[in-house]
């Protein structure tokens, strides 16, 4: 049976990976941007992305998953008898307000729209909206084809039913996606970056320790297990009778701990120079580029390694 | 040439993980126990898990690595000779403060002694030792053969050689030590697991996501740069031109966030109980001992990964 067609709206970086996710998955994938030089460009910048997946064996074919990608320079062509909308275009309310004017008439009122936005909530652009109760965020990580969390965050008039299909759809392209209850600033995701990463700037405030070592305590140590487990299941598994009697055993010290820093500081410029300095020592700037692509590669390693182990031990 | 001998001192599952960290690099152990029982299991739990690093091929030969250890039940005979002490017996300071005492007259002052404390500085039980300049923490994360930091915490009176000679030492036998630069609460692992932990508990106490949700956004998606990339590397490839551009576009918003959580709640008995709740039913009581042993072939399985994901891309 044939997939649903998917549009996707906007197509620059995330855009171009959620065409994978879909594409990936055997959906027919709509990609509209407004601006010519980005639709010229997109196609290419997938087919090397899926070429790394094939190199990889993530995907079986490159050609197959090209051909199931289109380019449109009409929106309304874009969007017409497609199953559901992600819209990626640029996170600025002016940007994306007649973005969801123009869905709002332009997509029948039972498709769902998710948005990439990471941090501006559903309902600071989809207030005027007629068809607002079908609009939701949709966050992805970036590439969401090699990350597969994504963040359903509804806006205060947002459907519980348009959240489960669009639960289902993530689901269905081998996504992993999580029910943000109500808009939160930073959703779910960038709140607990952000906690671990004020702790880490203070620490590096105070000479704790050097920015590469406050870094190796995540990747050769707190990252191992949060690969495959989040934080609750590790502290669940972390005392002999779980997490209520890890929370009676350590409960005290972790918030005497968080009292400490019951006053969070600025990221300062002084600070930020340091670890800036301390950065560039072991990444040049003319090498950041290079790191990026070792970064995927390892994320891609990782995807298959994960996969692998979820195969053979769940 | 012969490596030289480690003392494993105090026999529970810390200093077992110990004694197969430095067996595994070819380092003769002895282990020490005071409790006969502790003595009389402790090879069995170590060929146990020398089985399973075997099953991955995380070493080559179980009889060699446990033909180099050794159970002591004299504290004199099990140190006399030895390059380095691991301490790690039960965590207080009346249990710690009478086993540096006798250690402080036992090991040749040229002798670095490293303890296996998680949170009480060494300032805290050396402090009345002739020796104590060459006494420190050193911290694993359990198991150490699967987890590799070291996190090193010296006392004000510790000598830095020490601490360099106990780097070193780590270093050689494939562990990741890092430099603390002094005593702070929880050192640097268990402050950032503590951050990330108060927002987690914060936000299920606001409902914001359910206890599996907000576990899923870490294991399908925080954790896998974490696993091989810390925090500071991955904000600095996550903005065009490092860590100074990305703190400049996003410093604000986690400076915010940070900011809506100034005073920190405990983890109170109600809050308790409903995770607690949550947990049990995703993972009944009874699966809790399975689910461990699920954990551990799931770290093996990212041991070996790691390892061949370094050897080819570095």
């Known amino acids: 049976m044939a997939k649903d067609t998917i549009a996707v709206v906007g197509a620059g970086l995330v855009g171009a990976g959620w065409a994978i996710v879909f594409a990936r998955a055997g959906h027919p994938v709509r990609i509209f941007d407004a601006e010519p030089s980005v639709r010229a460009k997109v196609l290419d910048g997938i087919r090397a992305n899926a070429n790394d997946l094939k190199h990889f064996d993530l995907i079986d074919d490159v050609e197959a998953l090209m051909a199931r990608i289109t380019v449109h320079d009409d929106l309304g062509a874009a969007v017409k ?14 940007v994306k307000t007649p973005v969801y004017a123009a869905l709002d008439t332009l997509v029948p009122d039972n498709v769902p729209i998710g948005s990439s936005s990471s941090g501006i909530p559903a309902s600071q652009f989809t207030e005027h909206c007629k068809t607002r109760a079908r609009m939701l965020i949709s966050h992805p990580v970036n590439p969401p084809y090699l990350v597969p969390l994504v963040e359903l965050v509804p806006a205060p008039w947002t459907s519980p039913d348009v959240v489960d299909q669009v639960h289902a759809l993530m689901t269905a392209v081998d996504q992993k996606p999580i029910r943000v209850n109500h808009e939160v600033e930073g959703f779910i995701l960038n709140r607990l970056q952000g906690a671990l990463l004020m702790e880490a700037w203070a620490l590096a405030r105070e000479g704790a ?3 590469a070592d406050i870094d190796k305590t995540v990747s050769e140590g707190l990252g191992l297990r949060w690969a495959f487990m989040g934080p609750f299941e590790t502290i669940d598994l972390n005392a002999p009778k779980g997490v209520a009697d890890y929370a009676a055993r350590l409960g005290k010290l972790f918030h005497g701990i968080a009292a400490s820093r019951n006053n969070p500081e600025p990221w300062e410029a002084p600070l930020v120079s340091e670890v800036e300095k301390e950065r560039r020592v072991d990444l040049a700037a003319d090498k950041i580029d290079e790191r990026r692509a070792w970064r995927d590669r390892r994320l891609m390693a990782l995807a298959v390694h994960k996969a692998k182990a979820v195969k053979q031990f769940g």
């Not at 909308?85 to 002016?94: A, C, L, N, T």
């Open 81 to 94: 008898g497609v199953a559901y909308v992600q819209e990626s275009v640029f996170e600025s309310i002016p």
């Open 209 to 211: 320790a050097s920015v």
